[in-house]
């Protein structure tokens, strides 16, 4: 089973606009990451945010936190062809197991 | 080494067929994990070793797959009897220390079973 959902499943728009990707969760939890996965290949960490940290940024990429919603979003301003991938957000419910979501398909028309 | 490698990279297995596939981690990372990912899909966790130690596999899906990583380093997932559903890709993940910080992944070995 998988603690996080990612909304929208599918995302297309124009190069040089943003992207907003919604994860949602279920339990407490210590850290928040996203990672990027290009096509037929790993996972690639992005951002981790903690607990206790409501937004961070990192370069084009702006990530916010909500664990009163149990919630987060990940911004990419600027697309660019380049960023076409699958996004997902990953929880950490113990030391020993982090759970990803299903997943964003994002694809930047040029 | 300079990253997380899986081998093999494509597996093609005969349904009943037994196979095992490797990870290295990155050189001193202590934590590894193994997903398994269906096509569209997000990672599923399968298990978690700390060095040597196995400390969960409660995603592993039947007593048919098995892990280990005798020397804290590489690690094997094996798994017995493949059937249909156990097509997919399975990737392997590293971290420096414990849980609760960020994964290295290798690129995964996708595995189709016949």
């Known amino acids: 089973s998988q603690q996080g959902e990612e909304d929208p499943q599918a995302l297309s728009i124009q190069e040089g606009e943003n992207a907003t990707m919604n994860c949602s969760y279920k339990?407490?939890?210590?850290?928040l990451q996203w990672y990027r996965q290009n096509s037929g290949r790993g996972l690639v960490h992005l951002i981790l945010i903690r607990s206790n940290e409501r937004e961070k940024h990192s370069g084009r990429l702006r990530v916010t936190l909500d664990t009163s919603k149990k919630s987060s979003s990940l911004l990419i301003t600027a697309s660019r062809a380049a960023d076409t991938a699958s996004y997902f957000c990953a929880t950490d419910s113990s030391a020993s197991k982090i759970i990803f979501g299903s997943g964003t398909r994002l694809s930047i028309r040029p | 080494g300079a990253g997380v490698s899986q081998s093999p990279r494509y597996k093609v297995a005969k349904r009943g067929q037994d196979v095992a596939l490797r990870c290295d981690p990155i050189s001193g990372h202590v934590s590894l994990f193994w997903y398994q990912q269906a096509l569209g899909q997000g990672p599923e966790f399968l298990t978690y070793?700390?060095?040597?130690?196995?400390?969960?596999k409660s995603g592993l899906p039947s007593d048919r797959f098995f892990a280990e990583r005798p020397e804290g380093s590489v690690s094997t997932l094996k798994i017995q009897r493949t059937q249909q559903e156990d097509s997919a890709v399975y990737l392997c993940a590293s971290s420096l220390s414990g849980g609760y910080e960020k994964l290295f992944f290798g690129s995964g070995t996708q595995l189709s079973v016949l």
């Open positions: 070793f700390q060095n040597e130690a196995q400390l969960d």
């Open positions: 339990t407490s939890i210590n850290n």
